[in-house]
Nanobody
């Protein structure tokens, strides 16, 4: 079955960096766009970044442009989110997402907290 497992979250000071990873299994990873979302309590899940199947085209939310980079390694079935110059407002649970045959799949999420 489809599994998405995020890792790499944690506590970081403002201005710091983290790299999130999402290990995928149960489907042909290289055939699907992958996305990172984030969510804070009381708010809707927000699309952060998206990457196409080969990794050549990426899109970002305006709030993270120039600071975050999404990438993928199809040989390792893994998608990454490099987060630099982190701000307190980046604090959220970050989720990996794939839409396969019109069904949405999510990981369990990884907490990112940006605080001094």
């Amino acid at each position: 079955q489809v599994q998405l497992v995020e890792s790499g979250g944690g506590l970081v000071q403002p201005g710091g960096s983290l790299r999130l990873s999402c290990a995928a299994s149960g489907f042909t990873f290289s055939s699907y766009f992958m996305k990172w979302y984030r969510q804070t309590p009381g708010k809707e899940r927000e699309l952060v970044a998206r990457i196409d199947t080969a990794g050549g085209n990426t899109n970002y939310a305006d709030s993270v442009k120039g600071r975050f980079t999404i990438s993928r390694d199809n040989a390792k079935n893994t998608v990454y989110l490099q987060m630099n110059s982190l701000k307190p407002e980046d604090t959220a649970v970050y989720y990996c997402h794939a839409r396969i045959w019109l069904t949405d799949y999510w990981g369990q999420g990884t907490q990112v907290t940006v605080s001094s």
